[in-house]
């Protein structure tokens, strides 16, 4: 995974990468305090999916009690997945493909959107009958018209494992189940700093809110001491309207919010890194034929070399890194007012970009590596070592 800086260059010679971890070295010798990160990003993103991956990788993962009392809320993801489906097939013009699935199809539509009282041998029997049924396949593919989980498919793939009495689920189900956050969470952990910096350990504190628009109200509260503010986008996004407003564009929504979070005075001296979420989902949505230029007609006039995919990558990426440059002009013409300012304001402004998919856990921990080498540096140069 490589990091990508969109203003400062990180990679300006061996010397100078020699020069930053001797002084790395240094500061960890006196620095105790915690590092201190906020996840930022719009519904969904994938925000407390990763602070799971860091209680796989960091802490001691999920008990066997932990995993249990997950259960009910697979069992609900699974509802609200063949649920909204089958709800919206009317709509959407389609039919059963099997006449005989009907009688399931009513069943679930009278279990209602709340879930049935008991997830019984019955219930898992009529969901596997409608998810096996061509239409409701159809409508699935379509699923960018109305509002589906995205672990939608994994986990109605998965309706024989998770209908068994003594389902326990894995790491891979935890990381999948969605629930939306409410309020602030925090996780405490600590890293090995490699040896060749100085040994020893480093702590962190994480902080994960609600992206959803009548969350970010709260955002603020946990502003201050930030080193760094993760900024996860979902990628796969870019064909889906958030679930709260449904006349907006999701992608719209996570560029808008990321301006402000750049522009945020509150925000100014913490590191951004921006994780470009969801590059399976991605991958397959641009394999299976999806454009993005229907939504982003400048798509039509992006060049850069590659197949679709990567192209839409580097577009969305480029979509962000753009938002950085804009600030900087604005900045620039600040300058010529008041020179000082800028070079105040500039020095504390990076940002670096990650393609990531956040339920998978190597990928993670290969990020994880990279930024938290990227974070060390950043709060050197803040604190003025470097
Ligand atoms: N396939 C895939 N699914 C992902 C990825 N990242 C997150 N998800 C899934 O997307 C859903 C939403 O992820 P969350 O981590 O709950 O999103 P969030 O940003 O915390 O959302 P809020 O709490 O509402 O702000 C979950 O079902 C995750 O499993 C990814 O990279 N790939
Ligand atoms: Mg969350």
Not at 348 to 370: G, I, K, L, Q, S
Request: hydrophobic content about 35%; glycine content about 6%.
């Amino acid at each position: 995974m490589r990091l990508i800086p969109c203003i400062k260059s990180y990679d300006e010679g061996v010397d100078q990468s020699k020069q930053i971890d001797r002084e790395i070295k240094e500061w960890i010798k006196t620095y105790n305090d915690a590092i201190k990160l906020l996840l930022l990003g719009t519904g969904e993103s994938g925000k407390t999916t990763i602070i799971k991956q860091m209680r796989i990788l960091h802490i001691k993962g999920f008990s066997h009690s932990e995993r249990m009392a997950m259960t009910p809320h697979i069992h609900f993801n699974t509802h609200e997945s063949i649920y909204e489906i089958i709800q919206n097939m009317s709509p959407l013009g389609i039919s059963l493909q099997n006449p005989k699935n009907v009688r399931a199809q009513d069943y679930l539509l009278n279990v209602g959107p709340e879930g049935p009282q008991e997830y019984n041998e019955e219930y898992f029997d009529n969901v596997r009958d409608l998810w096996q049924d061509g239409g409701v396949r159809e409508c699935f593919k379509r699923s960018n018209e109305y509002q589906l989980i995205d672990s939608a498919e994994y986990f109605l793939d998965r309706i024989d494992l998770i209908g068994k009495e003594d389902y326990v689920p894995s790491d891979a189900d935890i990381l999948r189940c969605r629930r939306k956050t409410t309020g602030i969470q925090k996780i405490e952990f600590k890293v090995k700093v490699p040896k060749s910096v100085h040994g020893g350990t480093q702590e962190f504190w994480m902080f994960d809110v609600g992206g959803q628009r009548g969350e970010r109200k709260k955002w603020i509260q946990v502003f201050e001491g930030i080193h760094a503010i993760w900024f996860v986008v979902a990628c796969s996004d870019f064909d889906q309207t958030l679930r709260e407003d449904n006349s907006q564009n999701r992608l719209k929504e996570a560029l808008i919010l990321f301006e402000d979070v750049w522009q945020s005075r509150f925000l100014l001296e913490a590191g951004l890194i921006v994780f470009l979420n969801k590059q399976d989902l991605l991958e397959t949505k641009i394999k299976q034929g999806r454009s993005i230029a229907p939504y982003f007609p400048k798509y039509n006039h992006f060049e850069a070399p590659g197949d679709e995919y990567t192209r839409t990558k580097l577009f969305i990426r480029s979509l962000f890194a753009n938002l950085t440059n804009k600030k900087r002009e604005r900045r620039e013409v600040i300058a010529s007012a008041e020179r000082f300012v800028v070079l105040e304001a500039s020095r504390a402004r990076e940002c670096y970009f990650h393609f990531t998919t956040a339920t998978d856990t190597d990928n993670v921990r290969t990020v994880f590596r990279d930024v938290h080498q990227m974070i060390l540096t950043h709060i050197l140069s803040n604190i003025g070592v470097y």
